[in-house]
């Protein structure tokens, strides 16, 4: 997630300050940025340009500043609104898809804050259809039905899962038992569902999930053996909160191709790895990936794991997990389109 941090006081700038520190030490949070003053001007030029914007401000501000901006849940970005005091974290727009709702929670966490949400389905304790996607990282084919759905879902509806009899869904059975208190849920095995899509329904309603692409970078030291970079995949899936199962493919640079540790941990995972040639990790160019002077220097590229993690992914994807070390193991996630 890339976040904006904007302040209009002198404490708000302070505290933003305090929290881009905090946020600078979570491998989830890729960048974090602080804008101070002249916020008009600064929404207008930051609005579709980060995940989530953080403003220390008075709502009013905030409101009146962005109201023009806003288009729609599944494009916004979260905004979350501080007070200077560091009192209150409230989730303003987008709390579900937008991941505002989460946000918050986190950060006043970190702060010792007090969270504020608002949304019906949490205040409820209900799963909303498009927490559980935002989770699982998959995307809604027909976003206008998320509003039916959840109303449902706070009306105690049953849901009807429909999944295809021959993909791996052990991700969504195993969220589905984490959360059965929330959700009323049945699920059923079918051919004429397209291998890893999930059709759900309600009463006559229908919403088509779709897994998007998961591609987990590896750089390494030479000679590292499976279980050392299976034991790092591992920390970066429970920092994710992610199960093993949506891990589409592994990727490195060609430099590794032979490296057995990776091709082991592929085989074991059964998933492909992509080793990315020297060439094309050279032409690559992201503003959000770290470069590493020793790779640069040895072999002229920025990177591995976390070019090849984008790579490999596809065209619009984004880093969630940036290049973290782990004894001699660095692990990046990428986030892509929907899988096929």
Do not use: W
Not at 19 to 29: C, R
Not at 39 to 66: C, P, Q
Not at 67 to 74: A, E, F, R
């Amino acid at each position: 997630m890339k976040i904006a941090i904007v302040s209009v006081s002198k404490k708000g700038y302070e505290l933003s300050f305090k929290l881009k520190e905090l946020l600078d030490n979570d491998s989830t949070i890729i960048k974090c940025d602080i804008y101070h003053k002249d916020v008009k001007t600064v929404f207008n030029l930051i609005f579709n340009e980060y995940d989530a914007i953080i403003a220390i401000m008075a709502s009013g501000i905030l409101i009146r500043s962005i109201s023009h901006l806003i288009v729609s849940k599944t494009s916004d970005p979260a905004i979350l609104n501080i007070d200077d005091n560091g009192n209150f974290v409230i989730s303003m727009l987008s709390g579900h898809l937008g991941g505002a709702n989460q946000l918050t929670l986190k950060i006043a966490d970190l702060i010792d804050a007090t969270p504020v949400i608002t949304t019906s389905t949490d205040v409820n304790k209900k799963l909303g259809i498009d927490v559980l996607a935002k989770d699982l990282y998959l995307s809604i084919d027909n976003t206008k039905e998320i509003l039916y759905f959840n109303k449902s879902i706070l009306e105690s509806k049953p849901l009807y899962f429909t999944v295809n009899n021959n993909s791996n869904y052990d991700y969504l059975f195993n969220y589905l038992n984490d959360n059965t208190l929330e959700m009323d849920v049945s699920i059923y095995f079918s051919s004429k569902v397209k291998e890893d899509e999930i059709e759900v329904k309600c009463d006559n309603h229908k919403i088509m999930l779709k897994p998007r692409k998961i591609v987990f970078g590896i750089g390494c030291r030479r000679g590292k053996s499976k279980d050392e970079i299976k034991k790092a995949i591992e920390k970066v899936l429970d920092d994710l909160n992610m199960d093993k199962s949506r891990i589409d493919m592994l990727s490195s640079a060609e430099i590794k191709k032979d490296e057995q540790g990776i091709l082991d941990l592929s085989d074991e995972l059964n998933v492909s790895v992509n080793f990315v040639d020297l060439d094309r990790l050279k032409l690559f160019k992201s503003n959000d990936i770290q470069e590493s002077d020793f790779v640069k220097s040895k072999f002229g590229i920025a990177g591995v794991c976390e070019p090849s993690a984008l790579i490999t992914a596809g065209f619009n994807s984004k880093l969630i997990y940036k290049k973290t070390a782990f004894d001699g193991v660095t692990v990046s996630v990428a986030l892509g389109e929907n899988k096929k």
